[in-house]
């Protein structure tokens, strides 16, 4: 069964650091990854995408994901947070059979304080 | 202005009655998807149609119905049966490609009073 793990509940970060959000993930076949940010009673709007080709991912509001086959991770990256970036943020994956829906982690609560 | 829209924004139900959240999408994607959010459990699959007239269990049907007999139109049914109806429900859609995103509905909040 393809499965997606976020294994941290909440990250917490300081304005202006790095910032990490991790994401696993077990699938048959070729991954189809996302990342999706959601702020309170909002829905969920895409972030980024890994289909194919080069392992880093650029996407919006200068968030990047790093694809690593070997560790099965998508890890969502920023270099330098902003206490705007707090919210609730999903990794999902594409299921490969024909029904195409997404499987999504648990979510991880990322906190930016200034 | 495309998009997908999700109506009301909030719901009041009394126990024991049906209630049905709206989702109408101008973005001519075939597939639909409905998405159940509870604080710690992520997003769970209610049901999902990937084309019209066609619709099919998702991992927690049980209480829901749901119609898609418009491309557009995908509205979802909480009936009596849903034994825990509070819960923030979401509207997806996309093309059926799976190297593309789903968009998403502002969402529902549906509280049982």
């Known amino acids: 069964a393809q499965s997606v793990a976020q294994p941290e509940d909440q990250v917490n970060v300081a304005e202006g650091n790095p910032l990490t959000v991790k994401c696993t993930y077990s699938?048959?076949?070729?991954?189809?990854l996302f990342w999706y940010v959601q702020y309170p009673n909002r829905g969920l709007q895409f972030l980024l995408k890994?289909?194919?080709?080069?392992?880093l991912v650029k996407g919006s509001y200068g968030f990047e994901a790093e694809f690593n086959k070997s560790q099965t991770s998508f890890h969502l990256k920023k270099p330098s947070a902003l206490v705007s970036d707090s919210a609730l943020y999903f990794c999902?994956?594409?299921?490969?059979?024909?029904?195409?829906?997404?499987?999504f982690g648990q979510g991880t609560t990322l906190q930016v304080k200034p | 202005d495309g998009g997908i829209t999700q109506s009301p924004k909030y719901l009041f139900r009394k126990e024991g009655q049906n209630v049905t959240l709206s989702c109408e999408q101008n973005?001519?994607?075939?597939?639909m998807y409905w998405y159940r959010q509870d604080p710690g459990q992520g997003l769970r699959l209610i049901y999902y149609s990937q084309i019209v007239n066609d619709f099919q269990k998702g991992d927690i049907a049980e209480g829901y119905s749901v119609s898609r007999e418009k491309k557009e139109s995908f509205p979802l049914t909480v009936t009596s049966a849903q034994k825990n109806p509070t819960a923030f429900y979401l509207c997806?859609?996309?093309?059926?490609?799976?190297?593309?995103?789903?968009?998403f509905g502002q969402g529902t909040r549906l509280t049982v009073v």
């Open positions: 890994y289909i194919t080709g080069d392992n």
């Open positions: 997806a859609s996309s093309i059926t490609d799976l190297n593309t995103e789903a968009f």
């Open positions: 699938v048959s076949g070729n991954p189809y």
């Open positions: 999902a994956v594409r299921d490969s059979s024909n029904t195409g829906k997404l499987i």
């Open positions: 973005l001519n994607h075939d597939a």
